[in-house]
């Protein structure tokens, strides 16, 4: 008995180790085209089965993933910087400005414009920015 639970626990750590690496992968080329495919090989797992074990790890699959990573750099550049929405979008890995727009508003809950005419003002600590500013899906 003792074997199989010890087995199943570094299963289980050999798994979430792989996730964390593919999660990792993401958040540092958050702009770069990465699709199931490419982060499936970080892992060293097939497609389908990157999918859902990411979603059940993570909780979310890893397309919504990245697009909450490339959001949440997103909001950072138009709060700090005088760029343009649509400079930003390509910056942060969208092919598309309608696309960026759209993904922006469901994660946000309004639109990047919005956004930043509603952003807290500068000089504002920046915990209570990112509490304030944290995305809700």
């Known amino acids: 008995m003792a074997?199989?639970?010890d087995r199943a626990r570094r299963d289980t750590e050999d798994s979430n180790r792989r996730m964390l690496r593919a999660?990792?992968?993401m958040d540092r080329a958050y702009a770069q085209p990465l699709d199931v495919p490419a982060l499936a090989a970080i892992a060293h797992v097939s497609p389908a089965h990157f999918t859902r074990v990411f979603r059940?790890?993570?909780g979310?699959?890893?397309?919504r993933y990245l697009q909450r990573r490339r959001v949440e750099r997103a909001m950072f550049l138009l709060r700090e910087t005088g760029r343009s929405v649509t400079d930003i979008c390509f910056d942060v890995g969208f092919s598309s400005l309608g696309t960026f727009s759209r993904t922006f508003r469901d994660i946000v809950g309004e639109s990047p414009r919005a956004y930043?005419?509603?952003a807290p003002e500068a000089g504002v600590p920046t915990c209570?920015?990112?509490a304030w500013t944290r995305p809700r899906g």
């Open 3 to 5: 074997n199989a639970s």
């Open 23 to 25: 999660r990792d992968a």
């Open 56 to 58: 059940a790890t993570f």
């Open 60 to 63: 979310e699959t890893p397309h």
């Open 116 to 118: 930043r005419r509603s």
């Open 128 to 130: 209570f920015a990112m």
